[in-house]
């Protein structure tokens, strides 16, 4: 039972898109959105390459000099906490740290490539494989759910569709993006002790050997180890030097702003800072880290992009499959039918009719709910009450199923287990902060 939720899924979104779409007579546009998506699936990892070869080539740098592992000992009584089946001290911890963190400050173009390194530690300690672990549903259902500061892509549209103050959805965004984690991580917690998603036994390995996985064969992982060899004289004293020149150049934008910035809170123009140097820091911080504990960085860079690219590849079925069935249902007018289904009962509780069409489409995909909220912010104003909440949903809440394929997809999970129940209660809780919260502040 339920051995196979992402199979039924998928399944279950071609035949209701096939059958509606007969229906209402509309294979021609079912087909062409399909096909489309197809060809966005292939667009869109290929687009992928470039960022994930980068920051698993960083991520190489980070691990060799001891850095990962570093952060992961910092963070070690929180981190075990939520992820009590993962050795303190293995690198997956470091990942896993770096890609929340990318998360927190809306980095998505770093976020996604240290989430899939993090997924490929994890699936080091996977003892089944093809089947998702415990550690994994709850690194899938913090990042569908987890905390951003600054809704980059919210603020972007309702800005370029005339409104005169689009950072006002932050404050609810935080408010809804804390909501969403929070219900994500206790969902995956409980949905972990029934007896549907509990684990079996584990397999026993072929001929009596070890499994890849055995903690006989990677109780110490090749890259928990750092291959430091001398540490520079000079390395110290100029990691200092940068940090205190970043630490300058973030001063200097918050104190002297120029005119556009200074009609901005304080604070604000504080996270500004944060998400405008985090990258440039990273890309130099990494590498003069490492080369200062005599790591040869060039070369361990171009190993680290290498799995980048690999992964970056391995993921392209399980976008096309899911995308096509998306854009099936889509096209079939299966999104719209039930939003004219459900439109009486959610207004006799409240939930705006005019947000459900985003709310649907935004677990299913990002474009097609960045296009609803433009729709919304045209229709009604950018800074109408249902623009801002839409747009709070948007940035409180993450694309689900597209987490889910290619967080899996690129380590071969099948099995998926609760991850996707988790999900879907985040992207559910999600929504209905974001209509509470904009309620709550911006009034009815």
Known sequence: MLRAMLNRIWLGLLLVGVVLAGINNRFGPATEMALGNAGAAVNLSIGLVGVMTLWLGLMRLAEKSGLVSTLARGLRPLLVRLFPDVPADHPAMGSMLLNLAANLLGLNN??????????????????????????????????TGGIQLVPVGAIALLAAQGSHNPTAIIGTTLLTTATSATIGLVTVKLLARLPWFRLGPVPAAANGQATPTD??????????????????????????????????????????????EALRPVWLRTIDALSLLAVPFLLSF???????????????????????????????????????????????????????????????????????????????????????????????????????????????????????????????????????????????????????????????
Request: proline share 7%; net charge positive; aromatic share 8%.
């Open 286 to 444: 990494f590498p003069l880290h490492a080369a200062a504990r005599g790591i040869a960085v060039y070369s361990e860079f171009i190993e680290g992009a290498k799995e980048g690219f690999q992964t970056s590849v391995r993921i392209i079925p399980y976008l096309v499959g899911m995308l096509v069935a998306i854009g099936f249902l889509r096209g079939s007018g299966g999104i719209d039918l039930l939003g004219r289904v459900a439109a009486p009962l959610l207004g006799a509780i409240g939930y705006p009719p005019e947000l459900l069409p985003m709310t649907l489409l935004r677990p299913l995909t990002g474009s097609g709910a960045l296009a609803a909220l433009g729709e919304l912010a045209k229709t009604h104003g950018p800074d109408s009450l249902l623009a801002r909440t839409g747009a709070t949903l948007y940035g409180g809440t993450e694309t689900t199923f597209y987490v889910i394929a290619v967080y899996f997809g690129s380590v071969g999970i099948r099995r998926t287990r609760h991850a996707v129940w988790a999900g879907l209660a985040a992207d559910a809780g999600g929504a209905l902060a974001a209509v509470i919260a904009c309620r709550w502040v911006f009034g009815k």
């Open 110 to 143: 770093a976020a996604t490539p240290l989430g899939l390194r993090a997924m490929r530690d994890l699936e080091s300690l996977n003892r089944r494989p093809g089947t998702a672990t415990d550690a994994m549903c709850t690194l899938l259902a913090l990042n």
């Open 215 to 260: 903690p006989a064969s990677s109780a110490e992982p090749p890259a928990a180890a750092p291959e430091t060899t001398t540490h520079r004289p000079w390395g110290t004293p100029a990691v200092i030097a940068l940090a205190l020149f970043f630490a300058f150049v973030a001063v200097r934008f918050v104190a002297q702003p120029d005119a556009a």
